[in-house]
Protein backbone atom coordinates (compact mmCIF):
# COMPACT_ATOMS: atom_id res chain seq x y z
CA UNK A 1 0.00 0.00 0.00
CA UNK A 2 1.42 3.15 -0.99
CA UNK A 3 2.76 5.88 1.60
CA UNK A 4 1.75 2.92 4.19
CA UNK A 5 5.05 1.73 5.30
CA UNK A 6 4.01 -1.60 4.77
CA UNK A 7 4.97 -2.69 1.51
CA UNK A 8 8.77 -3.72 2.70
CA UNK A 9 9.16 -7.08 1.40
CA UNK A 10 9.38 -9.84 3.76
CA UNK A 11 12.07 -12.35 4.29
CA UNK A 12 12.80 -15.94 3.02
CA UNK A 13 12.16 -18.44 5.16
CA UNK A 14 14.75 -21.31 4.83
CA UNK A 15 14.51 -24.99 7.17
CA UNK A 16 17.13 -27.44 6.42
CA UNK A 17 17.27 -31.02 7.66
CA UNK A 18 14.60 -30.71 10.38
CA UNK A 19 13.62 -33.33 12.57
CA UNK A 20 11.52 -33.28 15.44
CA UNK A 21 10.75 -35.73 17.96
CA UNK A 22 8.90 -36.10 21.27
CA UNK A 23 9.24 -39.19 23.87
CA UNK A 24 7.98 -42.05 21.72
CA UNK A 25 6.95 -39.88 18.75
CA UNK A 26 8.29 -38.13 15.89
CA UNK A 27 6.52 -35.09 14.49
CA UNK A 28 8.96 -34.35 11.95
CA UNK A 29 10.82 -37.09 9.92
CA UNK A 30 12.84 -34.68 7.13
CA UNK A 31 11.94 -31.65 6.32
CA UNK A 32 14.15 -29.28 3.90
CA UNK A 33 12.13 -26.50 2.64
CA UNK A 34 12.42 -22.74 1.07
CA UNK A 35 9.66 -20.33 1.01
CA UNK A 36 10.97 -17.58 -1.04
CA UNK A 37 10.43 -13.94 0.09
CA UNK A 38 6.79 -12.11 -0.19
CA UNK A 39 4.82 -15.31 -0.95
CA UNK A 40 1.88 -17.00 0.64
CA UNK A 41 2.81 -20.26 1.44
CA UNK A 42 0.55 -23.24 3.19
CA UNK A 43 1.09 -26.18 4.73
CA UNK A 44 -1.67 -28.53 4.32
CA UNK A 45 -2.44 -32.10 6.11
CA UNK A 46 -4.27 -33.60 8.75
CA UNK A 47 -4.17 -33.86 11.95
CA UNK A 48 -1.00 -34.81 13.46
CA UNK A 49 0.96 -34.68 10.18
CA UNK A 50 3.79 -32.14 11.63
CA UNK A 51 2.04 -28.44 10.35
CA UNK A 52 2.10 -27.15 13.33
CA UNK A 53 5.20 -28.38 14.85
CA UNK A 54 6.78 -27.03 12.20
CA UNK A 55 5.20 -23.52 12.63
CA UNK A 56 6.07 -23.63 16.44
CA UNK A 57 9.48 -24.32 15.31
CA UNK A 58 9.39 -21.32 13.40
CA UNK A 59 7.93 -19.36 15.97
CA UNK A 60 10.67 -20.46 18.11
CA UNK A 61 8.04 -22.25 20.45
CA UNK A 62 9.69 -25.19 19.99
CA UNK A 63 13.60 -26.59 19.07
CA UNK A 64 14.30 -29.00 16.50
CA UNK A 65 16.11 -32.02 17.12
CA UNK A 66 18.22 -31.62 14.09
CA UNK A 67 18.62 -29.00 11.71
CA UNK A 68 18.41 -25.57 11.01
CA UNK A 69 16.07 -22.49 10.47
CA UNK A 70 17.06 -19.30 8.74
CA UNK A 71 15.11 -16.34 8.60
CA UNK A 72 15.81 -13.72 5.74
CA UNK A 73 19.56 -15.63 5.53
CA UNK A 74 20.36 -15.65 9.43
CA UNK A 75 20.52 -18.50 11.83
CA UNK A 76 17.71 -17.98 14.17
CA UNK A 77 17.25 -21.77 15.09
CA UNK A 78 18.91 -21.07 18.64
CA UNK A 79 17.07 -17.51 18.53
CA UNK A 80 14.61 -16.81 21.42
CA UNK A 81 10.90 -16.25 20.15
CA UNK A 82 10.61 -12.82 21.19
CA UNK A 83 13.77 -11.89 18.94
CA UNK A 84 12.98 -13.44 16.02
CA UNK A 85 11.22 -11.45 13.05
CA UNK A 86 7.84 -13.17 13.13
CA UNK A 87 4.45 -12.90 13.99
CA UNK A 88 1.65 -15.24 14.61
CA UNK A 89 -2.12 -15.23 14.05
CA UNK A 90 -3.67 -18.17 15.96
CA UNK A 91 -7.26 -19.18 15.82
CA UNK A 92 -8.49 -17.96 18.87
CA UNK A 93 -8.14 -13.60 18.74
CA UNK A 94 -7.28 -13.21 22.42
CA UNK A 95 -8.06 -9.56 22.25
CA UNK A 96 -8.38 -7.86 25.59
CA UNK A 97 -11.67 -7.48 26.42
CA UNK A 98 -11.41 -4.31 28.59
CA UNK A 99 -9.64 -2.22 25.82
CA UNK A 100 -10.80 -0.73 22.63
CA UNK A 101 -10.20 -2.07 19.50
CA UNK A 102 -7.06 0.57 18.74
CA UNK A 103 -5.52 -0.09 22.41
CA UNK A 104 -5.26 -3.74 21.27
CA UNK A 105 -3.52 -3.03 18.41
CA UNK A 106 -0.99 -0.18 19.80
CA UNK A 107 -0.36 -1.99 22.85
CA UNK A 108 2.73 -4.32 22.01
CA UNK A 109 4.26 -0.66 20.44
CA UNK A 110 3.65 1.42 23.68
CA UNK A 111 4.85 -1.66 25.66
CA UNK A 112 7.85 -1.08 23.88
CA UNK A 113 7.91 2.70 23.46
CA UNK A 114 7.41 2.26 19.84
CA UNK A 115 7.49 5.96 18.94
CA UNK A 116 4.16 7.32 17.34
CA UNK A 117 2.37 3.79 18.27
CA UNK A 118 -0.88 5.14 17.97
CA UNK A 119 -0.34 6.71 14.69
CA UNK A 120 1.25 3.02 13.69
CA UNK A 121 -1.97 1.13 14.63
CA UNK A 122 -4.56 3.74 12.93
CA UNK A 123 -2.57 2.74 9.92
CA UNK A 124 -2.36 -1.13 10.26
CA UNK A 125 -6.37 -0.97 11.14
CA UNK A 126 -7.01 0.85 8.10
CA UNK A 127 -5.00 -1.79 6.34
CA UNK A 128 -8.03 -4.10 7.41
CA UNK A 129 -10.23 -1.58 7.03
CA UNK A 130 -11.66 -1.16 10.57
CA UNK A 131 -10.29 1.89 11.59
CA UNK A 132 -13.48 3.20 11.38
CA UNK A 133 -14.21 0.77 14.34
CA UNK A 134 -10.98 1.60 16.35
CA UNK A 135 -13.28 3.19 19.63
CA UNK A 136 -15.21 -0.35 19.96
CA UNK A 137 -14.48 -2.96 22.30
CA UNK A 138 -13.89 -6.69 20.93
CA UNK A 139 -17.05 -7.99 22.14
CA UNK A 140 -18.88 -5.36 19.79
CA UNK A 141 -17.44 -6.50 16.33
CA UNK A 142 -18.32 -9.84 14.60
CA UNK A 143 -15.99 -12.41 14.58
CA UNK A 144 -14.63 -11.24 10.87
CA UNK A 145 -13.87 -8.11 12.59
CA UNK A 146 -12.25 -9.44 15.66
CA UNK A 147 -9.89 -12.17 13.46
CA UNK A 148 -8.63 -8.58 11.47
CA UNK A 149 -8.49 -7.02 14.54
CA UNK A 150 -5.99 -9.99 15.51
CA UNK A 151 -4.39 -9.71 11.91
CA UNK A 152 -3.73 -6.31 12.90
CA UNK A 153 -2.03 -6.61 15.73
CA UNK A 154 0.48 -8.83 14.04
CA UNK A 155 1.09 -6.82 11.22
CA UNK A 156 1.56 -3.30 13.05
CA UNK A 157 4.67 -4.90 14.37
CA UNK A 158 5.96 -5.31 10.50
CA UNK A 159 7.84 -8.87 10.91
CA UNK A 160 9.48 -10.62 8.71
CA UNK A 161 7.37 -13.56 8.37
CA UNK A 162 3.77 -14.05 9.65
CA UNK A 163 2.37 -17.17 10.37
CA UNK A 164 -1.30 -17.82 10.60
CA UNK A 165 -2.46 -21.00 12.58
CA UNK A 166 -5.56 -22.04 11.24
CA UNK A 167 -6.54 -18.48 11.36
CA UNK A 168 -10.41 -19.04 10.47
CA UNK A 169 -11.58 -22.26 11.56
CA UNK A 170 -13.42 -20.30 14.13
CA UNK A 171 -15.25 -18.73 11.52
CA UNK A 172 -18.66 -20.33 9.52
CA UNK A 173 -18.73 -21.06 6.31
CA UNK A 174 -19.60 -17.63 4.48
CA UNK A 175 -17.30 -15.41 6.05
CA UNK A 176 -14.12 -17.53 5.69
CA UNK A 177 -14.34 -17.89 2.28
CA UNK A 178 -15.19 -14.20 2.26
CA UNK A 179 -12.11 -13.56 4.43
CA UNK A 180 -9.91 -15.59 2.86
CA UNK A 181 -10.24 -13.31 -0.29
CA UNK A 182 -9.57 -10.61 2.34
CA UNK A 183 -6.19 -12.43 3.65
CA UNK A 184 -4.60 -12.45 0.13
CA UNK A 185 -5.69 -9.22 -0.65
CA UNK A 186 -3.46 -8.13 2.28
CA UNK A 187 -0.76 -10.57 1.79
CA UNK A 188 -0.43 -9.15 -1.66
CA UNK A 189 -0.48 -5.48 -0.66
CA UNK A 190 1.60 -5.56 2.30
CA UNK A 191 4.85 -7.72 0.72
CA UNK A 192 5.22 -10.31 3.70
CA UNK A 193 5.95 -13.44 3.69
CA UNK A 194 3.14 -15.73 5.22
CA UNK A 195 2.71 -18.96 5.97
CA UNK A 196 -0.19 -20.65 6.55
CA UNK A 197 -1.06 -23.58 8.44
CA UNK A 198 -4.30 -25.50 7.97
CA UNK A 199 -6.08 -28.92 7.20
CA UNK A 200 -8.71 -27.16 5.16
CA UNK A 201 -8.12 -27.97 1.10
CA UNK A 202 -9.74 -25.54 -0.56
CA UNK A 203 -8.52 -22.82 1.90
CA UNK A 204 -4.86 -23.58 1.31
CA UNK A 205 -5.67 -23.67 -2.59
CA UNK A 206 -7.56 -20.26 -2.76
CA UNK A 207 -5.01 -18.73 -0.58
CA UNK A 208 -1.65 -20.10 -1.25
CA UNK A 209 0.91 -19.52 -4.14
CA UNK A 210 2.57 -22.40 -3.35
CA UNK A 211 1.48 -25.95 -1.10
CA UNK A 212 3.32 -28.32 0.58
CA UNK A 213 0.74 -31.24 1.46
CA UNK A 214 2.49 -33.01 4.68
CA UNK A 215 1.74 -36.79 6.20
CA UNK A 216 3.52 -38.15 8.48
CA UNK A 217 6.08 -35.34 9.22
CA UNK A 218 7.32 -35.47 5.83
CA UNK A 219 6.32 -33.31 2.44
CA UNK A 220 4.47 -35.71 0.25
CA UNK A 221 4.53 -33.06 -2.62
CA UNK A 222 4.90 -29.29 -3.23
CA UNK A 223 3.62 -27.03 -6.21
CA UNK A 224 0.85 -24.45 -6.84
CA UNK A 225 -2.42 -25.29 -6.18
CA UNK A 226 -3.83 -25.94 -9.84
CA UNK A 227 -0.49 -28.43 -10.14
CA UNK A 228 -1.33 -30.50 -7.12
CA UNK A 229 -4.58 -31.09 -8.11
CA UNK A 230 -4.37 -31.82 -11.80
CA UNK A 231 -1.22 -33.73 -11.23
CA UNK A 232 -0.85 -35.06 -7.77
CA UNK A 233 2.20 -37.71 -7.37
CA UNK A 234 0.85 -40.03 -4.59
CA UNK A 235 -2.63 -41.59 -3.60
CA UNK A 236 -2.37 -39.41 -0.17
CA UNK A 237 -2.22 -36.54 -2.37
CA UNK A 238 -5.02 -37.30 -4.74
CA UNK A 239 -7.26 -38.10 -1.80
CA UNK A 240 -6.67 -35.70 0.45
CA UNK A 241 -7.20 -32.84 -2.40
CA UNK A 242 -10.34 -33.24 -3.67
CA UNK A 243 -11.61 -36.60 -4.60
CA UNK A 244 -10.29 -39.05 -7.37
CA UNK A 245 -11.04 -42.53 -8.78
CA UNK A 246 -8.02 -44.84 -8.33
CA UNK A 247 -8.01 -47.93 -9.83
CA UNK A 248 -5.38 -50.73 -10.53
CA UNK A 249 -3.91 -51.56 -13.81
CA UNK A 250 -1.06 -53.15 -15.58
CA UNK A 251 1.09 -51.21 -18.04
CA UNK A 252 0.55 -52.83 -21.74
CA UNK A 253 3.20 -50.05 -23.50
CA UNK A 254 5.04 -46.65 -23.19
CA UNK A 255 5.82 -45.61 -26.62
CA UNK A 256 5.13 -42.74 -28.49
CA UNK A 257 4.35 -40.50 -25.06
CA UNK A 258 1.53 -42.50 -24.37
CA UNK A 259 0.75 -44.79 -21.70
CA UNK A 260 -1.47 -47.76 -22.24
CA UNK A 261 -2.48 -49.66 -19.29
CA UNK A 262 -5.14 -52.89 -18.86
CA UNK A 263 -7.89 -52.67 -15.85
CA UNK A 264 -10.44 -55.33 -15.35
CA UNK A 265 -12.72 -52.87 -17.40
CA UNK A 266 -10.66 -52.57 -20.46
CA UNK A 267 -7.40 -51.04 -21.73
CA UNK A 268 -7.17 -47.50 -20.91
CA UNK A 269 -4.59 -44.76 -21.90
CA UNK A 270 -2.39 -41.39 -20.57
CA UNK A 271 -0.15 -39.16 -21.16
CA UNK A 272 3.36 -40.86 -20.36
CA UNK A 273 4.57 -37.31 -18.85
CA UNK A 274 1.70 -38.02 -16.37
CA UNK A 275 2.65 -41.09 -14.64
CA UNK A 276 4.71 -41.97 -11.77
CA UNK A 277 5.13 -45.12 -12.20
CA UNK A 278 5.65 -46.19 -16.40
CA UNK A 279 5.66 -50.31 -16.05
CA UNK A 280 4.56 -53.67 -14.30
CA UNK A 281 1.32 -52.74 -11.62
CA UNK A 282 0.65 -48.89 -11.21
CA UNK A 283 -2.42 -47.01 -10.28
CA UNK A 284 -4.75 -44.90 -12.78
CA UNK A 285 -6.33 -41.96 -11.68
CA UNK A 286 -9.22 -39.32 -13.01
CA UNK A 287 -10.45 -36.66 -11.04
CA UNK A 288 -14.82 -37.18 -10.81
CA UNK A 289 -15.40 -33.82 -12.64
CA UNK A 290 -13.68 -35.04 -15.59
CA UNK A 291 -15.52 -38.32 -15.75
CA UNK A 292 -18.70 -37.88 -18.47
CA UNK A 293 -21.83 -40.13 -17.99
CA UNK A 294 -23.77 -41.96 -20.73
CA UNK A 295 -26.71 -44.16 -20.71
CA UNK A 296 -25.60 -45.32 -23.75
CA UNK A 297 -22.30 -46.95 -24.80
CA UNK A 298 -20.25 -44.25 -26.38
CA UNK A 299 -19.27 -44.19 -29.70
CA UNK A 300 -15.13 -45.52 -30.39
CA UNK A 301 -13.06 -42.89 -29.68
CA UNK A 302 -9.21 -43.37 -29.64
CA UNK A 303 -8.97 -40.27 -27.45
CA UNK A 304 -11.53 -41.38 -24.86
CA UNK A 305 -11.34 -43.89 -22.06
CA UNK A 306 -14.43 -45.62 -21.47
CA UNK A 307 -15.06 -47.85 -19.02
CA UNK A 308 -18.76 -49.56 -18.35
CA UNK A 309 -21.15 -50.99 -18.76
CA UNK A 310 -21.89 -50.73 -14.88
CA UNK A 311 -25.03 -49.27 -12.86
CA UNK A 312 -25.69 -46.62 -11.19
CA UNK A 313 -26.48 -46.80 -7.52
CA UNK A 314 -26.71 -43.82 -6.18
CA UNK A 315 -27.16 -39.90 -7.07
CA UNK A 316 -26.98 -36.67 -5.02
CA UNK A 317 -28.36 -33.88 -6.39
CA UNK A 318 -27.06 -30.41 -5.22
CA UNK A 319 -28.14 -27.80 -6.72
CA UNK A 320 -25.02 -26.57 -9.47
CA UNK A 321 -23.81 -30.49 -9.96
CA UNK A 322 -25.10 -34.36 -9.31
CA UNK A 323 -22.82 -36.78 -8.44
CA UNK A 324 -23.24 -40.28 -9.14
CA UNK A 325 -21.92 -43.20 -7.77
CA UNK A 326 -21.41 -46.63 -10.82
CA UNK A 327 -20.68 -49.71 -9.98
CA UNK A 328 -18.11 -51.35 -12.99
CA UNK A 329 -17.71 -54.80 -12.46
CA UNK A 330 -14.10 -55.76 -11.96
CA UNK A 331 -12.96 -51.49 -11.00
CA UNK A 332 -15.74 -51.09 -8.14
CA UNK A 333 -17.49 -48.06 -7.64
CA UNK A 334 -16.37 -44.89 -9.72
CA UNK A 335 -18.22 -41.26 -8.88
CA UNK A 336 -18.64 -39.04 -11.01
CA UNK A 337 -19.55 -35.21 -10.98
CA UNK A 338 -22.10 -33.71 -13.55
CA UNK A 339 -22.51 -29.78 -13.75
CA UNK A 340 -26.23 -29.33 -14.52
CA UNK A 341 -26.27 -27.59 -17.24
CA UNK A 342 -30.00 -28.41 -18.31
CA UNK A 343 -33.09 -29.65 -17.01
CA UNK A 344 -34.05 -32.53 -17.79
CA UNK A 345 -34.75 -36.71 -15.85
CA UNK A 346 -31.33 -37.72 -13.42
CA UNK A 347 -30.55 -40.67 -13.91
CA UNK A 348 -31.94 -42.54 -11.26
CA UNK A 349 -30.21 -46.11 -8.97
CA UNK A 350 -30.41 -48.87 -11.63
CA UNK A 351 -29.66 -47.77 -14.53
CA UNK A 352 -27.02 -48.79 -16.77
CA UNK A 353 -24.28 -46.45 -17.62
CA UNK A 354 -20.59 -45.95 -19.34
CA UNK A 355 -18.33 -43.16 -17.42
CA UNK A 356 -15.77 -41.96 -19.81
CA UNK A 357 -12.82 -39.72 -20.12
CA UNK A 358 -10.23 -37.48 -22.31
CA UNK A 359 -6.85 -39.75 -22.04
CA UNK A 360 -4.81 -36.50 -21.11
CA UNK A 361 -7.20 -35.78 -17.85
CA UNK A 362 -5.72 -39.11 -16.01
CA UNK A 363 -2.77 -39.66 -14.25
CA UNK A 364 -0.83 -42.80 -13.21
CA UNK A 365 0.49 -43.69 -10.24
CA UNK A 366 2.51 -46.38 -8.10
CA UNK A 367 0.62 -49.70 -7.29
CA UNK A 368 0.47 -48.80 -3.38
CA UNK A 369 -1.10 -45.70 -4.39
CA UNK A 370 -4.95 -46.92 -3.15
CA UNK A 371 -3.17 -48.03 0.43
CA UNK A 372 -2.05 -44.29 0.81
CA UNK A 373 -5.25 -42.84 -0.62
CA UNK A 374 -7.17 -45.13 1.89
CA UNK A 375 -5.15 -43.19 4.58
CA UNK A 376 -5.28 -40.02 3.72
CA UNK A 377 -8.67 -38.56 6.00
CA UNK A 378 -6.93 -40.65 9.20
CA UNK A 379 -5.02 -38.63 11.62
CA UNK A 380 -1.68 -39.66 11.47
CA UNK A 381 -0.42 -39.46 14.97
CA UNK A 382 -1.25 -36.69 18.03
CA UNK A 383 0.47 -33.41 17.28
CA UNK A 384 0.72 -31.16 20.15
CA UNK A 385 -1.76 -28.65 20.48
CA UNK A 386 -0.75 -25.02 19.33
CA UNK A 387 -0.23 -22.40 21.95
CA UNK A 388 -2.58 -19.61 23.29
CA UNK A 389 -1.34 -16.80 21.35
CA UNK A 390 0.69 -14.20 23.93
CA UNK A 391 -1.24 -11.85 25.78
CA UNK A 392 0.07 -8.82 24.42
CA UNK A 393 -0.37 -10.50 21.03
CA UNK A 394 3.33 -9.53 19.97
CA UNK A 395 5.83 -12.54 18.55
CA UNK A 396 5.42 -15.54 19.49
Known amino acids: MAGTGFGESGADLQLEGI ?28 SGCGKTTTLRLVAGLEEPTQGRILIGGTDVTAVKPHKRPVNTVFQSYALF ?50 QRVALARALVNRPALLLLDEPLGAL ?29 QEEAMTMADTVAVMNHGRIEQLGSPQELYELPRTGFVAAFLGQSN ?14 TARTAGGVVALPSERAVSRSGEITVGVRPEKLTLSLEQPA ?18 TGASTQYIVDVPGIGQISVFEQNVTFERIPAPGDEAWVSWRAEHGFGLDASARESAASADEDAGIEPDAPAAPADGEAA
Open 246 to 259: LFPASVVSDAGGVL
Open 19 to 46: RKTFPGFTAIEELDLTIPAGSFFALLGP
Open 97 to 146: PHMSVLDNVAFGLKRRRVADAVGKAHEALRLVELDHLAARRPAQLSGGQQ
Open 172 to 200: DLKLRRQMQFELKSIQSEVGLTFLHVTHD
Open 300 to 317: DDAARNVLGPGRIVDTSF
